[in-house]
T-cell receptor
Framework: AQSVAQPEDQVNVAEGNPLTVKCTYS??????LFWYVQYPNRGLQFLLK??????LVKGSYGFEAEFNKSQTSFHLKKPSALVSDSALYFC?????????????FGKGTKLSVIP | DGGITQSPKYLFRKEGQNVTLSCEQN?????MYWYRQDPGQGLRLIYY???????QKGDIAEGYSVSREKKESFPLTVTSAQKNPTAFYLC????????????FGEGSRLTVL
């Protein structure tokens, strides 16, 4: 069975500092990995995905994520945080070894960027 | 503009009543999904459909029902059998391939009085 863990419920970072939101996964086959952002009372917005190829994936709003197969991780990063980055972030995985197209989400990490 | 439309955005229901949440997409996507979001629990899959006239139960299907009569539409009915229906419900769609990301609607917040 596929699963995702986001070990931090909340991350606080000062504006202008680099930010990291952590994600680890477990799959039986190869993973397809996704990051989403959610603002209050809104739907989720897609940020980026890793399918294959380069381990460093660049996405929307200056975010990037690094796929690390040996550590089964897919951490979200941004070199310089903005106050407007404050939101709820979800990591998700789809297992290529599974028979369905189900996407399993982590429980989310609340990012607060302090001015 | 292409996207997913959920309605209503806010809904109040009395205990014992069924309620249907609408989800329509014009992205020509084959797959559609319903998730439930509760604080601190992330997103949990209720039902999903990979093709018209076919759907499968997700992790928390009890007390819910769906239909997929048209490619564009995937309504969710929250029945009176659902013991704790107050939640934020999210509909999503995807191309139906393993590499395709999900596109989400803006959500429907259901409150049972």
């Amino acid at each position: 069975a596929q699963s995702v863990a986001q070990p931090e419920d909340q991350v606080n970072v000062a504006e202008g500092n680099p930010l990291t939101v952590k994600c680890t996964y477990s799959v039986s086959g190869n993973p397809y990995l996704f990051w989403y952002v959610q603002y209050p009372n809104r739907g989720l917005q897609f940020l980026l995905k890793y399918i294959t190829g380069d381990n460093l994936v660049k996405g929307s709003y200056g975010f990037e994520a690094e796929f690390n197969k040996s550590q089964t991780s897919f951490h979200l990063k941004k070199p310089s945080a903005l106050v407007s980055d404050s939101a709820l972030y979800f990591c998700a995985v789809r297992d290529t070894g599974a028979g369905s197209y189900q996407l399993t989400f982590g429980k989310g990490t609340k990012l607060s960027v302090i001015p | 503009d292409g996207g997913i439309t959920q309605s209503p955005k806010y809904l109040f229901r009395k205990e014992g009543q069924n309620v249907t949440l609408s989800c329509e997409q014009n992205l020509n996507h084959d797959a559609m999904y319903w998730y439930r979001q509760d604080p601190g629990q992330g997103l949990r899959l209720i039902y999903y459909s990979q093709i018209v006239n076919d759907f499968q139960k997700g992790d928390i299907a009890e007390g819910y029902s769906v239909s997929r009569e048209k490619k564009e539409s995937f309504p969710l009915t929250v029945t009176s059998a659902q013991k704790n229906p107050t939640a934020f419900y999210l509909c999503a769609s995807s191309s139906g391939t393993h590499t395709g990301e999900l596109f989400f609607g803006e959500g429907s917040r259901l409150t049972v009085l």
